[in-house]
């Protein structure tokens, strides 16, 4: 944070697609989210996820959102993308 020259906790986010990635944001007192698609907590790969079907993908983020929850994220994003206008509306 000092080196970047970020005054405070507050202005930090902590983005990952684990649940240690939640809690270590949570353990370092800043904003956690978790980020859904690509995240190991779900054990599948791309092309595994993406044969799903729709009922069983969304139970898969569903059960993965769960659990980034239960660890204490903030929020949990889809994906990646969605961070930019996260911060947006959160800043």
Not at 23 to 31: I, L, T
């Amino acid at each position: 944070m000092s080196e970047w020259g970020v005054p405070s906790v507050q202005a930090v986010v902590k983005v990952g697609d684990t649940v240690s990635d939640i809690q270590e944001g949570k353990n370092a007192g800043v904003r956690s989210l978790g980020v859904l698609e690509g995240s190991s907590v779900m054990s599948m790969t791309q092309a595994a996820y993406e044969a799903l079907s729709a009922e069983k993908k969304q139970a898969a983020l569903d059960r993965t959102r769960q659990m980034f929850l239960e660890a204490g994220a903030d929020d949990v994003l889809l994906n990646i993308e969605q961070l930019p206008a996260w911060i947006q509306v959160n800043d």
